[in-house]
DNA sequence: CCGAGGTTGTTCATTCCCTGAACATGCATG
DNA sequence: CATGCATGTTCAGGGAATGAACAACCTCGG
């Protein structure tokens, strides 16, 4: 994940907003996408102060960070939901599209 | 376009079943891919027996092959047809669930 | 005929990005 | 203290895509 992928670094806000102890492997396999990447992202994203790293190490576990959006995080993850849903909504509107032109180069009715 | 991706096979056939003149600069451009891998695909789909490279040195222009499907291409391209719209309902569908999660996410009415 | 110019197919070094194994670090437990 | 373990971090390696460069062929004007 070099050219940070806009729809992972959304995804990896959405995740810790709802479970900021997520971690790095965790993120990696809820997404799909291999530790290295998981880790880039989320490099990115703390870098540009999305997101925080609180380390505690006096939890009784031993997971070493909870990753935290900031509020600029928080606003930024509502302005990006905004964005991919626009995307998706096209998205959706041009596969109803390619549907419809399938069907009818198919010559099938609907199943 | 290495290990070759189904979709991209399928719009390449799609393509010259309505024009088998295209050059396979006109196909990278269509499909917005790089030339070298238009070229590695259509050799693929020749070698396998679904495209028939005809060339026309006689004729008034200066391409030199014509891509016509062979009967077997045809075939294969109803087959990728319905496989290709099967998975392209299921996306929609999908799109649609996440789609409305989005929305209710956002707080949202519909636009 | 010939050479210049143009169009196309073909190759392949380069780039880009991802992967996951290996390593570093800190905590807990005995 | 030492061992084990979970985690974060790094980075060499590989696969796929790119497009510049080359080869082959055609046309056309002279």
Redesign the interface.
């Known amino acids: 994940m070099n050219s940070i992928d806009e729809a992972t670094r959304l995804q990896i806000m959405r995740l810790l907003a709802d479970n900021p102890e997520l971690t790095q492997r965790e993120l990696a396999e809820a997404l799909g996408i291999s530790l290295g990447s998981a880790h880039y992202c989320l490099r990115a994203l703390i870098r540009t102060g999305l997101v925080k790293a609180d380390n505690f190490r006096h939890s009784s576990n031993r997971r070493r960070y909870a990753y935290f959006l900031t509020p600029t995080g928080l606003a930024e993850k ?1 302005r990006a ?2 964005a ?2 626009e995307r ?2 096209a ?2 509107e041009a ?2 599209q ?2 419809a032109r ?2 009818q ?2 010559g099938e009715e609907r ?1």
């Open positions: 509502v939901t905004r991919f849903l998706k909504q998205e959706h596969l109803q390619e549907i399938l069907r180069e198919l199943s």
